[in-house]
């Protein structure tokens, strides 16, 4: 949403109805007995790039409320939670694209930045317009499990599983955004497809991320002998 401050055009993050969604379905994760609940890649800030434009005027003061609110929510219900933001560095940096690990008594215990951002090396597109890359995996461990975090496009990247195995991790929390895409976008991937290979893999009439992503889980859970948990968001055109 937008709003102007004089007239100066600002992106905020106004945490109904996202923080309300949020904090409903934790406690619903509670009720369940779920240990954790873990949300997709920028599902409290938004992904930039797609959610909105550009970060030239972003509201980080209200995304540090929302994220309090979070932290608040989980010590409250007493469970994990593992949820995709966007983490503010100094002037001159672009942000971090990060998930956020906060444990039962409501404190950011790790933090994981997104390694691998895709867009050209000059930095001018895809998530290098907009993000830092990050440099380093994050492990940790809940009720005796070892896990780890990755980001949608690290999922190319099959070393960041073999590394995460050596250092005994059993569980993967691998968070997705492939959504709010275009109408035409996702016409134009239809039609590259083409309906040929519709009889043995019916994504192959939709689009790559839902032909390649599920596939590449499933590989990296059987290649590697863990347990991989793979939300991704639910905006508009889903992919």
């Known amino acids: 949403m937008r709003h102007n401050r004089g007239n100066e055009p600002r992106l905020v993050i106004v945490p109904p109805p996202i923080l309300r969604y949020m904090k409903r379905q934790v406690r619903a994760a509670k009720r369940k007995g779920a240990d954790f609940a873990h949300f997709p890649e920028g599902a409290l800030s938004g992904y930039a790039g ?4 550009t970060f030239e005027g972003f509201d980080w003061d209200t995304l540090r409320r929302a994220t309090a609110e979070v932290l608040r929510c989980a010590r409250e219900t007493g469970i994990w939670v593992v949820v995709g933001s966007s983490h503010r560095l100094s002037d001159g940096h672009k942000p971090h694209n990060s998930l956020y690990v906060i444990d039962t008594a409501g404190q950011i215990v790790d933090r994981y930045d997104k390694r691998f951002c895709g867009g050209t090396p000059d930095g001018r597109s895809g998530d290098l317009a907009h993000y830092s890359p990050g440099d380093h995996s994050s492990v940790w461990v809940i009720n005796g499990i070892r896990c780890g975090a990755l980001i949608c496009y690290d999922y190319r990247f099959p070393e960041l599983y073999r ?4 250092q005994g991790v059993e569980l993967v929390f691998h968070s997705f955004h492939a959504a709010n895409a275009p109408a035409a976008r996702i016409a134009a991937i239809g039609n590259a497809i083409g309906t040929e290979f519709t009889r043995v ?8 991320p839902a032909i390649t992503m599920p596939a590449a889980m499933t590989a990296a859970a059987a290649a590697n002998h863990v347990w991989i948990s793979c939300p991704n968001s639910s905006a508009p055109q889903s992919l």
């Open 50 to 53: 797609t959610d909105f434009e």
């Open 163 to 166: 590394d995460y195995r050596r």
């Open 201 to 208: 893999n019916k994504a192959a009439t939709h689009t790559y």
